[in-house]
């Protein structure tokens, strides 16, 4: 059974198969955990570190894909901190020279953890589950896409980011009129902070009344309307139809016409009424896609 050690003081970490007492270095990053299994559970995301909980050390990471790899790790015992007798780190030297006269050895201050077997307990060993990393001031969303059990013992889990970056473009403010600005941002806020947090049907929603947002405020400047209409999406994808014509625009009608079609599956009555699939979060995901490729066509994205 492999042991992780994180030293209190000093942030830096040791680990062994019988305790953790071997140095690692260099120091790779060390987040702590949160599972994620329903919405209030992000309530659970700790304030600050308390050397309990589940902790995730960092292995690789592709930014052109989002996925990152690393071992993830459970509490030790109920003790937050405890003494252990560890090999001397070469990056202090004050250890070194402890060391000399204590067989090798020092005295640290750890939190102390195993590899996390909770995780391997869970359906399909948690994979699809969501995995929190960080602290509540600070933190990020990944779904854990694979988890494996390593020559070491170790816990080893794929994630991939859930994050809206990249999928909803920053607007560009030169292409949107000055008094239409606030409420497209507003709307497209809204959408970035129910994205992977909320449930699905919360974060199709906000993608449609966005994609109503954008397309009402973008017609407006091609009509040359004086004002807003508000009006459904239904009757925007019909008007960019009428504006247009049926062979143009075309992608940007089906993407705003899949957006609209996934709101009535989170509906209960409308769901039964017309024998629809239960709207989940890989819908959910298609929506923020398909509203990020609407920003996009209509060049209002940076």
Request: aromatic share 8%; hydrophobic share 35%; charged share 25%.
């Amino acid at each position: 059974m492999a042991r992780l050690g994180f030293d209190r003081r000093t942030g830096l970490i040791y680990e062994g198969m019988e305790g953790p007492t071997h140095p690692v270095w260099p120091t790779p990053a060390l987040s702590q955990a949160t599972l994620i299994e329903k919405p209030e559970d992000l309530e659970r995301i700790p304030g600050d570190f308390d050397g309990l909980g589940w902790t995730f050390i960092d292995g690789s990471f592709d930014p052109g894909s989002r996925v990152r790899r690393g071992r993830l790790f459970q509490k030790f015992g109920a003790v937050s901190w405890e003494r252990t007798q560890v090999e001397a780190h070469p990056a202090i030297n004050s250890d070194l020279q402890k060391a000399t006269i204590n067989g090798g050895h020092v005295s640290k201050e750890l939190s102390v953890y195993y590899e996390c077997t909770e995780l391997l307990q869970k359906p399909n060993r948690g994979e699809g589950l969501q995995l929190a990393l960080g602290r509540k001031d600070g933190h990020s969303l990944w779904r854990i896409l694979q988890t494996e059990r390593i020559a070491s013992g170790d816990v080893l889990v794929t994630l991939r980011a859930e994050s809206a970056f990249g999928v909803i473009p920053q607007l560009d403010a030169n292409q949107i009129a000055t008094d239409a600005l606030p409420g497209v941002q507003a709307a497209l806020d809204r959408v970035v902070k129910s994205a992977y947090r909320e449930l699905p049907q919360s974060v199709v929603d906000h993608c449609r009344n966005a994609a109503v947002m954008i397309t009402s405020r973008w017609m407006q400047k091609v009509t040359h309307s004086p004002k807003p209409v508000e009006q459904d999406l239904g009757h925007w994808i019909n008007a960019v139809r009428s504006q247009f014509g049926d062979g143009k625009r075309f992608a940007l009608r089906s993407a705003l016409e899949t957006i609209n079609r996934l709101h009535p599956r989170g509906k209960d009555n409308e769901s039964y009424k017309h024998s629809l699939r239960n709207i989940d979060e890989l819908d959910a995901e298609y929506a923020l896609h398909a509203l990020g490729f609407v920003i996009r066509e209509v060049n209002w994205g940076q």
